[in-house]
């Protein structure tokens, strides 16, 4: 008797017949598929032949790189303004430029400078255009604000940018005063690139604050604009050194902790001789008298209470105006003389004659 699961000669050779079709069937599948994609590829090299005649590319790639740096850059400063999450893909929609063909993709992989800003939105980004952006100096935004991300996921991200600290040209940073005391920690390694420096501190309830540490081991020799708010700083620290041209201190109204008094301020602009600019608001704890016998050809704002400022000597060549009423603004020597100052809080704007 025959067990069933004993197959006779026919059943074998049906089985090696059926083996034989199906090698031919996918041997003849694989002829086709390799024909369609040889004809696939010619298509695509006569589209981008077909390409070449548009008036576009005519550019030469140089000019076409630098198109797409000016986009990069005018998208960055848009959403400076704008409240971005963690892993906001709308925050690189400028991307798009490197999608619309193959010449395009190519002149912009090749521009490292069109990946040199990043937003620290998610690990994925924030690796992809370090490497993207080789050697170009660096444009890094660390708002942690208003991000769904666990903070430590977050400081991680920072951690990967500040790997590449020398290339650094402009940071900025915004979080609350205890995030930035761990983010000052990661800041110690000199930045000789860094020509701007924002941190900010949006909260306003958050007691958990300090000086501003000598960042970047106090090598900052391109720096020319800092700017600090709610973020103490001391006028004898060492980043307020010559180079800077534009400085910005806005103090905590909240906080007994300040820069210093007039006379530290004073002391600090004769070390700041190319400065321009200079904003204060909170900034100066106490005005003892003092008389000032020479200003910076700055333009200069400042936001102060002249409760115990005695007098102020400024050049005649100096410009005073006020926010408020004339009437209401305390008397200013534009000459030799001297006069006395009465206890108002007022805004004076010095631009430069």
């Keep these: 008797m025959i067990k069933s699961n004993e197959r006779g000669p026919l059943a074998l050779k049906a089985d090696d017949t059926l083996l034989s079709n199906l090698s031919l069937v996918d041997s003849a599948r694989k002829a086709i598929e390799d024909e369609i994609a040889k004809h696939s590829h010619a298509i695509v090299e006569l589209k981008s032949r077909l390409n070449t005649f548009a008036p576009i590319a005519r550019l030469p790639p140089e000019l076409l790189s630098e198109i797409f740096v000016v986009c990069a850059i005018q998208y960055f400063e848009l959403q400076e303004r704008d409240i971005y999450y ?33 937003a620290l939105t998610s690990r994925s980004a924030v690796k992809e255009l370090l490497t993207r952006s080789k050697k170009a100096g660096l444009s890094i935004r660390a708002d942690f604000r208003h991000s769904y991300s666990p903070l430590d996921e977050r400081c991680k991200l920072l951690e990967l940018a500040v790997e590449e600290i020398p290339r650094f040209k402009e940071l900025s940073i915004s979080c609350t005063a205890r995030t930035l005391q761990g983010i000052f920690r990661m800041l110690a390694r000199p930045a000789p690139l860094l020509q ?18 000598m960042l970047f ?14 973020v103490p700083i001391r006028w004898s620290n060492l980043i307020l050194h010559s ?18 008094g007039l006379v530290d301020v004073l002391t600090a602009l004769d070390n700041l001789p190319m400065l321009e600019t200079l904003e204060l608001e909170d900034a100066i704890s106490t005005l003892p008298p003092r008389r ?37 603004l305390p008397p200013f020597c534009l000459s030799e003389a001297v006069v006395p100052l009465e206890e108002h809080t007022c805004l004076i704007a010095l631009p430069c004659i």
Aim: charged letters at 15%; aromatic letters at 10%.
């Design 86 to 118: 963690y892993g906001a893909p709308h925050y690189y929609s400028w991307i798009k430029v490197s999608h619309v063909c193959r010449h395009w993709r190519t002149v912009a992989l090749n521009a490292p400078r069109l990946w040199c800003r990043i």
């Design 196 to 213: 701007k420096l924002k941190i900010s501190d949006p909260g306003n309830a958050d007691l958990y604050y300090s000086y501003l540490p």
């Design 217 to 230: 081991s106090s090598e900052t020799p391109s720096l020319y604009h800092l700017e600090l708010r709610k």
């Design 243 to 260: 180079p800077l041209r534009h400085l910005v201190i806005v103090g905590r109204r909240d906080a007994s902790v300040k820069p210093g």
């Design 292 to 328: 000032l016998n020479y200003l910076p050809s700055i333009a200069l704002s400042l936001c102060l209470t002249f409760g115990q400022l005695g007098s102020l000597r400024a050049p005649s060549t100096v410009h005073i105006s006020s926010a408020i009423s004339p009437s209401l």
